[in-house]
């Protein structure tokens, strides 16, 4: 067996294969109703560094067309429609408890031009080449690698030719602390709400996207990738 340095030193974390999804697409809808009311003090203690810094990263000019996929409770939405009140806002998510946090959340910005509705990544409702920006935080993660690629697909299709796309993923440790959010998930993954950390920037690449960047940011030792991409100008849309 090939011995590796491990967070922990216990042999499941000796294994060096990409971890992958184990709850299944038809659950995480349900998973997510449940933790709805919940899911704001993890989404803050761990993750509000990196989706601030997709927040900067995607620039927001107001009178965009702009799509959030996975849009939960509304914790990046809230920040994309204060800054987008002449442009088109649109978020999506297969939760409606999630949603209904995020009405709830979008209730307080005046004036506010948006619409949240049900909706899955695999089959975005929007058309061909009309987005400025489509921004999607912490789904991957829960994705398996065999679908992400459809999923990608689907982005290309739907952004513009110079359209901008924000990625935030829990992504894989680079320290030993941060190797503690997989080492749980290998043992219960709902614990987890599902998500195990991913790396992006191949599937990215494969699919006809140019990653302009991609940092590493680490919070609570919860550790996440931040991506800004565009389409290849070469890549054909289906
Ligand atoms: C970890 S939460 C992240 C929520 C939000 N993006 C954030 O950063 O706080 C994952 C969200 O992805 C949603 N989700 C998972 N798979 C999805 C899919 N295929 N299409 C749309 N939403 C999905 C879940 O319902 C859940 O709300």
Known sequence: MKMTLSCCGISCCR??????????QDEIGRVYDKIANVYDIWGNLTESHARNRAIELAAIKDG??????AVGTGLAFYEIVKRNPHGQNVGIDLSKGM?????????KVAG??????TGT????PVQNESLDLLVNNYMFDLIPYEKMGKILMEFRRVLKKDGKLVLVNMTEGETMGSKLYD???RLSPKTMGGCRGVRLTDKLEQQGFTIEVR??????LFPSEIILAHKHP?????
């Open 215 to 220: 940092e590493y940011c680490q919070q609570m």
């Open 112 to 117: 506010a031009n948006y619409s949240l509705k």
């Open 64 to 69: 965009q067309n702009i799509l959030e996929v």
């Open 121 to 124: 990544a695999f089959d975005l």
């Open 15 to 24: 294994n060096t294969a990409p971890l992958d999804a184990r709850v299944s």
């Open 183 to 185: 080492f749980i998930y």
């Open 99 to 107: 949603l209904a946090k995020a009405q709830h959340r979008l209730a």
């Open 234 to 238: 070469g890549a054909i849309t289906i």
